[in-house]
């Protein structure tokens, strides 16, 4: 009661001094915004600076990205940053969300004057510029699974699946709620809708700070401004929103309210939106003909000044002839143009900016200790993710696993396998050496399909998992265990089908024991293999050179599995023991010639428990490395 005592005398004295002084007024304003929403947040930032080291072949040089950034942003408002490419829009963006590491950051980003910390992750949302969604889930479900994992706990699964079909009308993405989201080679949605989608994705816990990168890139101009429309809806309700934008049409330009001109690095106009020409024109750069604000503005952060009329300190530099200040046309060069841009920004707005974010702003104690006491917090236990992911992962891949040309391969093969070595006699030894041949073969095709499969599960998966993973929409090892247990179901059917058509064509031993051995023992190798391609995807995240070092492994594996190579020399021989052919196929040999002899193909028939706790142990260590390679990635990225 004190605190709200205390703070409403606060407005009424803010109120009294607004009549008098303009900056007073929008604080006014601001302090109103808070009130009302308590979760309301307003970004501060000041002299931010960015810098990246390039490593060449012999050399390494530091770049600074970013100089001297300051500005605001409060609730209620849309920020838009622009610049011409490699301006660093998109670095200062990725700084005021918290996704670039702080070591390399100088100068201070504040929000409600407390800095970043793990509590604000739940209330930020950043839709990045490429749509990085899952083709083959519809609209709804997609956002479906976000709301599950992403809003709190304290709420139902139903109050949850209801705030994703809210989004879903708030976004006006009724009419293709049920088409799937599509991609290369899916047809699904728009590319507007797409964009609404990954809009919806954030906006679904109802976020104070949304970061959007580019959000109307590769969009028709209709579909840009309702998109922004949709944004500035969004502010309306006491949001602050921060997005960069490449080339906005004039009706674009003016649904925003402040705007930050950048120009390599350089902050050139910060201030209200409606007020950037007025600026540029009292620094006497004004359009000779009728142009777009956004490409006046553009083209004087390029540096290109035709058809802009330029101030007479500019026109005096050419005029003395100095080479590197003017071009070929007798214009100031944009060298020069970046220079005296930057300068007048400095000399006449920045320090006036800079005074305004000294103004504190008033915040609740107890609010304060919230941020800085509050724990992360998921929005599902881990069952629950596990569960989620699971449902989501499955239903996503099994269109993969089950296209045509999938079914096509692995029957195809069967069929041929099955002619070539039909109806063979296990009683006649040139039968048994033919037979095991082909339970080589099998072992070898189904060693080397899992593996060349796998390795694209975590490189290809990479942009989702680092999207989701800076949102703590999940744990790591809950993603990880869904991921991989996932595709056992569909596993284990084309194996069957394969089996099926070989097992009986190529007369192997008819009976059900060890049919459902064989169908066991190859199940065993699938997810072995498989671990091994998750682990050299995961480590490497490099398709190209994880398959190489796949290939070669692979061949390895099948040279040193016993059917080529009798007698192997004993300081290479140890290859055989960490292959995972060479324990399917000693298993499968068990399984079909136990009872007729106890070696075959100088392959002795024992026991075989070595061979079946090698394969589970690989199984479990080939997925526990990968997940700790993950987790280094994760670690590395600073997430």
Known sequence: MRLAAVWHLAELQVQAWASHSPSLASLCL?????????????????????????????????????????GSVNPGEVLAMMGPSGSGKTSLLNLLGG??????????????????????????????????????????????YAALLKLPNTLTKDQKEKRALDVINE??????????????????????????????????????????????????????????????????????????????????????????????????????????????????????????????????????????????ELEDKVQVGNAEAETQNGKPSAAVVQEYLVEAYETRVAEIEKKKLMVPIPLDEELKS?????????????????????????????HDYFSWLRITQVLATAIILGLLWWQSDANDPNGQQDQAGLLFFIAVFWGFFPVFTAIFTFPQERAMLTKERATDMYRLSAYFVARTTSDLPLDLVLPVLFLLVVYFMAGLRLSAGPFFLSILTVFLCIVAAQGLGLAIGATLMDLKRATTLASVTVMTFMLAGGFFVKKVPIFISWIRYISFNYHTYK???????????????????????TEVAALITMVFGYRLLAYLSLRWMKLQAGA
Request: positive net charge; aromatic residues 8%.
């Open 30 to 70: 601001l302090m109103k915004s808070l009130t009302s929403n308590p979760s309301a947040t307003m970004i501060s930032f000041k002299d931010l600076t960015y810098k990246v080291v390039i490593r060449g072949m012999t050399t390494t040089e530091e770049k600074e990205i970013l100089k001297g950034i300051t």
């Open 171 to 312: 976004l006006g993405l009724e009419r293709c709620q049920d088409t799937m989201i599509g991609g290369s080679f899916v047809r699904g949605v728009s590319g507007g809708e797409r964009k609404r989608v990954c809009i919806g994705n954030e906006i679904i816990i109802n976020p104070s700070l949304l970061f959007l990168d580019e959000p109307t890139s590769g969009l028709d101009s209709t579909t840009a401004l309702r998109i922004v429309q949709m944004l500035h809806d969004i502010a309306e309700a006491g949001k602050t929103i921060v997005t960069t934008i490449h080339q906005p049409s004039s009706r674009l330009f003016h649904k925003f309210d402040k705007l930050i001109l950048l120009g390599k690095g350089s902050l050139l106009y910060f201030g209200k939106a409606s007020e950037a020409m007025d600026y540029f024109q009292f620094i006497g750069c004004t359009p000779l003909i009728a142009m777009n604000p956004a490409e006046f503005l553009l083209d004087l952060a390029n540096g290109n000044v035709n058809d802009i009329s330029v101030p007479s």
């Open 370 to 398: 919230k941020v800085h006491s509050l724990k992360r917090q998921w929005g599902a236990s881990w069952c629950e993710q596990y569960s989620i992911l699971f449902r989501r992962g499955f239903k996503e891949r099994r």
């Open 99 to 144: 996704r670039l590491s702080q070591p390399s950051m100088g100068g201070s980003v504040t929000y409600n004057d407390l800095p970043y910390s793990k509590f604000l992750k739940s209330r930020i949302g950043f839709v990045t510029q490429d749509d990085v969604l899952f083709p083959h889930l519809t609209v709804k479900e997609t956002l479906t």
């Open 587 to 609: 298993l499968l040999l068990k399984v079909q010639y136990e009872h007729i002899t106890p070696s075959i193909n100088g392959i002795k028939i024992d026991s075989c428990f």
